[in-house]
């Protein structure tokens, strides 16, 4: 099974997107895009209140769903999976800021500070790995029967850009958490079960819905 080619098109608009709305012009880090934006480039639409709302949320619609839904419907194992898919990416996301302790654009203006130890955490973005895992499920089990679900790209990319213009991130930071989020929420949805369900008894999950 390969990943659908609307979701590689839909990427990669989302990247094109990152670049044009960061001015992702040539600076250092990996791939020599990544510069600090301006400070004070994080209000309105961009605010920080603005993201925490929608990491929050996404993980709140995700889990609440899984536990609403039930495992026995396809909607519920796809919510399921997600839930899966965020809890590898915010796992790997850890594994990774602990091993490359990379300075945030607010620690300093140098982007090719890795390894400066506790307390630098640029590298990946947990918050765009998150809303990245959870949405990546649902794209690829609905975008091909309704493409409007690839609207769903939107969201990581839209955090992505915000994490930038606030400087709690580079440009690779955010690009490398879409990749890698992408990746583990393809990997969760093509497992037969969700992960998640293996510690409930039966592997099912009766939903709330069907419980009261």
């Given at each position: ?150 609207g769903l790209a939107l969201l990581p990319v839209y955090d992505a850009i915000a994490r930038v213009r606030s400087r709690g991130h580079w440009q690779s930071d955010v690009l490398a958490s879409l990749a890698i989020g992408s990746a583990i929420g393809y990997y969760a ?24």
């Amino acid at each position: 099974m390969s990943i659908h080619a609307p979701l590689r098109n839909a990427l990669g608009v989302c990247f094109l997107a990152l670049f044009l709305a960061t001015e992702a012009f040539a600076g250092g880090g990996p791939f020599g895009i990544d510069h600090a934006v301006d400070k004070g480039d994080d209000r309105g639409l961009w605010a920080r209140r603005n993201q925490l709302i929608l990491q929050d949320g996404t993980a709140l619609f995700v889990i609440g769903s899984a536990l609403w839904e039930g495992s026995e419907s396809r909607f519920g194992q796809t919510a399921w999976k997600a839930t899966d898919s965020i809890l590898l990416g915010a796992a790997t996301a850890q594994v990774m800021k602990l091993a490359f302790s990379r300075a945030r654009p607010a620690q300093g203006e140098d982007p090719n500070l890795w390894f400066q130890g506790s307390g630098h955490r640029s590298f990946p973005s947990g918050e765009v790995m998150e809303i990245t895992t959870a949405v990546t499920p649902f794209i690829l089990e609905y975008g091909a029967e309704n493409p409007a679900v690839y609207g769903l790209a939107l969201l990581p990319v839209y955090d992505a850009i915000a994490r930038v213009r606030s400087r709690g991130h580079w440009q690779s930071d955010v690009l490398a958490s879409l990749a890698i989020g992408s990746a583990i929420g393809y990997y969760a949805h093509s497992r037969q079960n969700a992960l998640t369900l293996g510690v409930i008894p039966g592997g099912v999950w009766v939903g709330w819905s069907k419980r009261f």
